[in-house]
């Protein structure tokens, strides 16, 4: 029963071991992510892609607004297990006019235009949470949808 015990442990410290990975992972093999802002005949909307997000992962959260007035995502309750490398903004060609690092949990978008939002989740959730546009009216218009870190 302790040879078993004992052999157990090692399998478990090796696992552990092979978990823990080497070099920045926030900067490898980044997954894109569309994020659509906007409103149709239904109401509005957020779009993302994914709806489950994978820890340790990097993700560039495209956000484009669609509509002719000014939208946000906040985040939420989610944010503080996300961590933010950074946020983009460019110009129509392409020229990068700001980016802006640091703990962000809410981003507007202007009318017909597009933001990247460069994020690593690093806790999982215990179960789906919530995105959101907090403009007056627009959640309720129907600017939330269920997200998930695994
Ligand atoms: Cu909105």
């Excluded at 779009?47 to 995502?73: C, W």
Aim: proline residues 3%; contains cysteine; aromatic residues 6%.
């Amino acid at each position: 029963m302790k040879n078993i015990l004992m052999t157990c442990a090692a399998i478990a410290v090796s696992i552990g071991g092979a978990a823990i990975a080497e070099g920045d992972l926030s900067r490898a093999n980044i997954i894109d992510v569309t994020v659509l802002l906007g409103s149709d005949d239904d109401g509005m909307f957020i779009r993302p892609s994914i709806n489950t997000f994978v820890t340790g992962q990097a993700y560039r959260m495209v956000l484009t607004n669609t509509d002719d007035f000014k939208h946000e995502l906040a985040l939420n309750g989610i944010g503080e297990r996300i961590f933010t490398r950074k946020i983009e903004a460019s110009d129509a060609e392409g020229n990068l006019i700001t980016e802006v690092k640091g703990a962000i949990r809410e981003v507007e978008v202007g009318p017909h235009q597009t933001v990247e939002w460069f994020i690593v989740p690093v806790q999982t959730t215990d179960g789906p949470e919530e995105f959101s546009c907090e403009l007056p009216g627009h959640r309720e218009s129907g600017m939330h949808v269920e997200m998930e870190i695994n």
